[in-house]
Nanobody, 122 residues
């Protein structure tokens, strides 16, 4: 089985930074487009960012452009999300998952990890 485990979340003041990690086990994700998603309480899960298997192409939702950077380490089978200039509206549980296409904003089924909580205070 493939397992994804997110980490790196925490409590941060507005304007601060966090770096999230998504570690995959069970098989390599080197050939997958990987994405970050987030979900606030009572709201639907939304797409945040995606990265190609080689890391040469990225795609972001408008609200995080210029602030968040997605990257990956193929050898470590790990995807990262560097979050700078955090805003209270970034507060959510963040998840990683393979995406169907580079710009689909949709996750492939059955790969969600437990997520990591990001809380940004005003």
């Amino acid at each position: 089985q493939v397992q994804l485990v997110e980490s790196g979340g925490g409590l941060v003041q507005a304007g601060g930074s966090l770096r999230l990690s998504c570690a995959a086990s069970g098989r390599t994700f080197s050939s997958y487009i990987m994405g970050w998603f987030r979900q606030a309480p009572g709201k639907e899960r939304e797409f945040v960012a995606a990265i190609s298997w080689s890391g040469d192409t990225t795609y972001y939702t408008d609200s995080v452009k210029g602030r968040f950077t997605i990257s990956r380490d193929i050898a470590k089978n790990t995807v990262y999300l560097q979050m700078n200039s955090l805003k209270p509206e970034d507060t959510a549980v963040y998840y990683c998952a393979p995406t169907t296409t580079m710009t689909s904003r949709q996750a492939r089924s059955g790969y969600w990890g437990p997520g990591t909580q990001v809380t940004v205070s005003s």
